[in-house]
Every structure is written in C-alpha cells, then in structure tokens.
C-alpha cells in the first residue's frame, strides 16, 4: 500500500483516484461478503483516508457520507450503523457508527446517489468480472441493537 508516494514527481492523481476508489470497494466487498470483517473494512477505508489526506485530493461527497469519521468504520446501515429518520422542515437521516457510536447527521438530498448506485455504476465502467452480488442493501436498521456503549 505505500507504493504510493507523494514525493514522486510523477505524481498521478488519475492513479490515486483510482487507488482510492479500489480501496472503498473492497471495504464494500469485505463487507458484503462477510459482515463481521468490519476491521478488515475499516482497514481498508483507513488506508484511503490516509492516501486522500496525505496527497490532499478532495473525496467524493458519496465516500464521505459512508465513512466514520472518528474509527473510519464503513458505515452501511443494518450492517455497521444504524439509521433513523429526523423530520424537522427538512429531513435528516442520523447514522451512528456501531463500532464507536459517533452519529453523523445527512441531509436527505434526493438528488444524491445513493452508494449502491454509484458503485455498481463504477464496478460497469471498469467492466470487471461478472461479479455483481446484489448488495444486500437494507436500508432499515432492523433489529440492530443500539449500542454497546455511551
Ligand atoms: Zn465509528
């Protein structure tokens, strides 16, 4: 993973978007395969984070939404975060972090993509292996329970 250097001259940000976005989707795919790799996970969203803040390249709004900011846990609802609706004038989604508990306040922009979306339109454009496992994506929480800790 440090075959990445900053110090290289011929820094290329193409590849390092690439690196980037490789890493989120095997924090995804570790996940969707087994979700009790949260640590290999949040391995993987770590190194990312760590590349994206070292070689100062701004992350997708849609990453950003989807990583822990405190243990940079991936944060999938009903697998490593709980979700709850607010409806105030505008409606939230608050996520919490299972791992850590710290709680992430989105908007709900119906504009946005979701991640799912997102990423199996990336998974088509690099055109890779017939490996399409629908994503569980459950979008409720369903009997996650709470917390471990305050
Ligand atoms: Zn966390």
């Known amino acids: 993973?440090?075959?990445l250097s900053a110090h290289s001259n011929k820094f290329n940000y193409k590849e390092a978007y690439q690196r980037l976005n490789y890493l989120y989707q095997a924090a995804h795919c570790v996940l969707a395969q087994n979700p009790e790799n949260v640590e290999l996970a949040r391995f993987y969203c770590f190194s990312q984070k760590t590349i994206a803040k070292r070689l100062v390249l701004r992350q997708d709004p849609s990453v950003k939404r989807t990583l822990c900011?405190?243990?940079c846990s991936l944060l999938i609802?009903?697998?490593t975060a709980t979700t709850r609706q607010k409806r105030n004038?505008?409606?939230f989604t608050v996520m919490?972090?299972?791992s850590c508990?710290?709680?992430k306040t989105l908007l709900n922009n119906p504009d946005y993509c979701l991640w799912a979306d997102r990423a199996e339109a990336q998974l088509e454009q690099q055109k890779q292996k017939d490996t399409k496992n629908d994503g569980s994506q459950t979008?409720?929480?369903?009997?996650?329970?709470g917390a471990t800790s305050t």
Request: with cysteine; glycine share 8%; proline share 12%.
């Open 69 to 71: 900011k405190r243990c």
């Open 101 to 103: 508990g710290q709680r």
């Open 77 to 79: 609802p009903g697998v």
């Open 89 to 91: 004038k505008t409606r």
């Open 1 to 3: 993973l440090t075959t």
């Open 96 to 98: 919490r972090c299972l």
């Open 139 to 145: 979008s409720k929480p369903s009997s996650a329970p």
